[in-house]
T-cell receptor, first 112, second 114 residues
Framework: DAGITQSPRHKVTETGTPVTLRCHQT?????MYWYRQDPGHGLRLIHY???????DKGEVSDGYSVSRSKTEDFLLTLESATSSQTSVYFC???????????FGPGTRLTVT | KNQVEQSPQSLIILEGKNCTLQ??????????LRWYKQDTGRGPVSLTI?????NTKSNGRYTATLDADTKQSSLHITASQLSDSASYIC?????????????FGKGTKLSVIP
């Protein structure tokens, strides 16, 4: 998985609780991305980062925030989890925005 | 709106047989097209990436074609193996005016049976 780890790999949480997912890379790539994958949908971009402290929204950013204080770490936070945020979350990295993206192993999040 | 449509949705083939997966897109302005393989419970892994000027690209038993005029791509798998059982995702990127966007297809689920 190209030097990308995600934690936790599985999480079950209750509606209304905050949740933070972590993506860690050892490739020193500039770009990092958070996607969600749901049945019947293609992967959808939540947020991405183009450098330390530089982030931007994707197509499904409502209810999510991100932070990147170090090159190697990109955090995704659900401020108040809802059942609609039950999904598999993938982190990806790339050295340039137009270059190939490498995906992490995913985090399966269940909000009850 | 940029869209990527893949067909078939699912496919079952016998081990050793060939198959072809289709991808049609309406993405503009086109930058490149990628095929990913996603094993169950894993993240997608890149198979090929093709720019506008490339019409064929191979990666082992996988051969991708691109027709930028008709906005169609195909992924041909030769002599299938049980390990080819996975979802195959077509991804098209659009680039222009300082922006860059990837549009993902929903994937084709391939099952290779003995």
């Amino acid at each position: 998985d190209a030097g990308i780890t995600q934690s936790p790999r599985h999480k079950v949480t209750e509606t209304g609780t905050p949740v933070t997912l972590r993506c860690h890379q050892t490739e020193n790539h500039r770009y990092m991305y958070w996607y969600r994958q749901d049945p019947g949908h293609g992967l959808r971009l939540i947020h991405y980062s183009y450098g330390v402290k530089d982030t931007d929204k994707g197509e499904v950013s409502d209810g999510y925030s991100v932070s990147r204080s170090k090159t190697e770490d990109f955090l995704l936070t659900l401020e108040s989890a809802t059942s609609s945020q039950t999904s598999v979350y993938f982190c990806a990295i790339s050295s340039d925005r137009s270059y190939e993206q490498y995906f992490g192993p995913g985090t399966r999040l269940t909000v009850t | 709106k940029n869209q990527v449509e893949q067909s078939p949705q699912s496919l079952i083939i016998l081990e050793g047989k060939n198959c072809t997966l289709q991808c049609n897109y309406t993405v503009s302005p086109f930058s490149n097209l990628r095929w990913y393989k996603q094993d169950t419970g894993r993240g997608p892994v890149s198979l090929t990436i093709m720019t506008f000027s490339e019409n064929t690209k191979s990666n082992g038993r996988y051969t991708a074609t691109l027709d930028a005029d008709t906005k169609q791509s195909s992924l041909h798998i030769t002599a299938s193996q049980l390990s080819d059982s996975a979802s195959y995702i077509c991804v098209v990127s659009a680039s222009g005016a300082g922006s860059y966007q990837l549009t993902f297809g929903k994937g084709t689920k391939l099952s290779v049976i003995p």
